[in-house]
T-cell receptor, first 109, second 114 residues
C-alpha cells in the first residue's frame, strides 16, 4: 500500500532536547496531519495543517506545511518522558488519507 | 463527549474463520474509516463509509468488507481468515463526508489469527 516517507525512523534523545522529524511525498497534498500513537492506543491527532507554508503550534509542538505541498515537518521542543510514542504524518488528497511510516521517539530522563 | 469506541479490544481466531469488528463513532460524526496497522506495512486504508454508503476503498481483497448503519455505527468483516490478517484494526470517524475534517481514532481491535 501507499505510504509517505517519514524520517528519521527512530530517535533516542535525552529529556530536554528538541526533536525534529519530517515527512515527504512525491504527491501534492491539500492537508497535512500529525498524529501520536502510544502503546495499546489508537493515533491521537496533534496538529492539522490546511495551507501551504502554514506554521501551527500546539504547546511544545510546532508543525509546518511545506511550500511545495509535498512535505511537512514536526518539531517538539524541550522533550519530556511522556513524549514517548510513535509519531505519524498523514497527507490528505481529495479522498484518501495516506499515512507516513512513523517515527518512534524514545526519551531518556 | 465520548470518543470512538471499538469492540472487542482483542480477538483470537483460527485460519479459515471469519470475524466481525464493531465501531461506534463520535456522536455527530457521519464518516467512518477503517485502517489496518501492521509493523511491516504501517497504517493501510481499508474503506470509508458515509451515510451507509461506501465512499472509498483501499487495495484489500474482497474478503474484507464493511457496512454502516443508520446511526453511523460501522462494522467490518473479514472472511476466510489468513495468518497475514493478524493486525491492529483501527476505526476512525470524522465530521464531513469525505473525511476532510481530521480523523479521530479509536483504540483498535487487535486480531490474532493462529
Amino acid at each position: 500500500g501507499q505510504q509517505l516517507n517519514q524520517s528519521p525512523q527512530s530517535m533516542f534523545i535525552q529529556e530536554g532536547e528538541d526533536v525534529s522529524m519530517n515527512c515527504t511525498s512525491s504527491s501534492i497534498f491539500n492537508t497535512w496531519l500529525w498524529y501520536k500513537q502510544e502503546p495499546g492506543e489508537g493515533p491521537v491527532l496533534l496538529i492539522a495543517l490546511y495551507k501551504a507554508g502554514e506554521l501551527t503550534s500546539n504547546g511544545r509542538l510546532t508543525a509546518q506545511f511545506g511550500i511545495t505541498r509535498k512535505d511537512s515537518f514536526l518539531n517538539i521542543s524541550a522533550s519530556i518522558p511522556s513524549d514517548v510514542g510513535i509519531y505519524f504524518c498523514a497527507g490528505l488528497n481529495t479522498d484518501k488519507l495516506i499515512f507516513g511510516t512513523g517515527t518512534r521517539l524514545q526519551v531518556f530522563p | 463527549k465520548a470518543g470512538v469506541t471499538q469492540t472487542p479490544r482483542y480477538l483470537i481466531k483460527t485460519r479459515g474463520q471469519q470475524v466481525t469488528l464493531s465501531c461506534s463513532p463520535i456522536s455527530g460524526h457521519r464518516s467512518v474509516s477503517w485502517y489496518q496497522q501492521t509493523p511491516g506495512q504501517g497504517l493501510q486504508f481499508l474503506f470509508e463509509y458515509f451515510s451507509e454508503t461506501q465512499r472509498n476503498k483501499g487495495n484489500f481483497p474482497g474478503r474484507f468488507s464493511g457496512r454502516q448503519f443508520s446511526n453511523s455505527r460501522s462494522e467490518m468483516n473479514v472472511s476466510t481468515l489468513e495468518l497475514g490478517d493478524s493486525a491492529l484494526y483501527l476505526c476512525a470517524s470524522s465530521l464531513q463526508d469525505r473525511a476532510l475534517s481530521p480523523l479521530h481514532f479509536g483504540n483498535g481491535t487487535r486480531l490474532t489469527v493462529t
